[in-house]
Nanobody, 127 residues
Framework: VQLQAYGGGLVQTGGSLRLSCAASGRTSSKFHMGWFCQAPGKEREFVAAVRWYDGQTWVADSVKDRFTISRDSANDTIFLQMNSLKREDTALYYC?????????????????????WGQGTQVTVSS
């Protein structure tokens, strides 16, 4: 699976951005796609994910009132709509994917459980 993420940029506090990530080479519906972020000097952390089988989504508590994950299943693409952006949202955002052992497997927020990674797209929020 190859992942191509795009949509990052520079935005002012309170603004919005929409990230996209297109997957190529997916061969099973036992599949999750998601977003992680990594700020300078910090560890990579979970942001949001979607389960391909039924579209179930998960969003980190810290951003769930501002960020929304969605998908275009026909084109193997996910989106991260980020609203009311804050300076602390500044980070490199990575798209990730993994195959799972069952259709209904619940989310893993652990970085090491995700096998495929995109190149990252920078989001910078300025005051």
């Amino acid at each position: 699976v190859q992942l191509q993420a795009y949509g990052g940029g520079l935005v002012q506090t309170g603004g919005s951005l929409r990230l996209s990530c297109a997957a190529s080479g997916r061969t099973s519906s036992k599949f999750h796609m998601g977003w992680f972020c990594q700020a300078p000097g910090k560890e990579r952390e979970f942001v949001a994910a979607v389960r391909w089988y039924d579209g179930q989504t998960w969003v980190a508590d810290s951003v769930k009132d501002r960020f929304t994950i969605s998908r275009d299943s026909a084109n193997d693409t996910i989106f991260l709509q980020m609203n009311s952006l804050k300076r602390e949202d500044t980070a490199l955002y990575y798209c990730a994917a993994r195959y799972t052992g069952s259709l209904r497997l619940t989310l893993s927020k652990e970085v090491n459980s995700w096998r495929y990674w995109g190149q990252g797209t920078q989001v910078t929020v300025s005051s």
